[in-house]
């Protein structure tokens, strides 16, 4: 099991934000290569997500870690091997077609499996690709989840639900920018 960052940490059910650290980045790195090197082949790619991974963005102090595989149906042959890897299986989670895991207490990381190709994961990657272009907009974004943390302190699903607007329409301005590209 490596060892736990100070830099990472959030107890089950709380909402706070922490100054965006650079040792994100390489506890990143550092959980890519121990997943690629215990797990092997099992998954396609793996991806960086999240508030963690824009460089200057405050956010939740868990690690979002998003990866493929070519066949959901058959997560079930990772649960084993990530469970010795000290992560927890959630199921899907709330979120239809996608397997979550997550590790430590506090919980320090969040795994998301996907298909190759999945809605989800292309917009993942396009909103994280677009809060790291466009800084004044991560600015935004960040004062928006400030003000939705203090108020959901407490409780992680209404703050979560409470940026849904806010997100859809920024992936709105992503999206139309992908296109005129």
Same mark, same amino acid.
């Given at each position: ?71 959901? @149906? #058959?997560?079930?042959?990772? !649960?084993?091997? +990530?469970? $010795?890897?000290?992560? %927890? ?72 639900? @409470? #940026?849904?607007?806010?997100? !859809?329409?920024? +992936?709105? $301005?992503?999206?139309? %920018?992908?296109?005129?590209?």
């Amino acid at each position: 099991m490596p060892r736990r960052s100070r830099f990472l940490g959030l107890p089950e059910g709380r909402v706070f934000l922490s100054p965006y650290r650079g040792e994100w980045r390489r506890l990143y790195r550092s959980e890519r290569a121990r997943l690629r090197r215990d797990l092997g082949r099992r998954f396609r790619d793996i991806e960086h997500v999240g508030s963690t991974a824009v460089p200057g963005l405050s956010a939740k102090p868990v690690l979002d870690l998003a990866l493929t595989v070519k066949d959901l @149906s #058959k997560i079930g042959r990772l !649960v084993k091997p +990530l469970e $010795k890897l000290g992560y %927890e299986y959630k199921g899907e989670y709330g979120l239809p077609g996608r397997h979550f895991f997550v590790r430590g207490k506090p919980v320090t990381h969040h795994l998301h499996f996907v298909d190759v190709g999945s809605e989800h994961w292309r917009v993942w990657l396009l909103f994280r690709d677009y809060l790291r272009a466009h800084p004044e907009e991560a600015r935004r974004y960040e004062k928006f989840k400030r003000a939705k943390a203090r108020k959901y302190a407490n409780d992680r699903a209404a703050y979560t639900g @409470s #940026k849904s607007s806010f997100v !859809v329409n920024m +992936l709105r $301005k992503a999206e139309k %920018e992908a296109r005129t590209g």
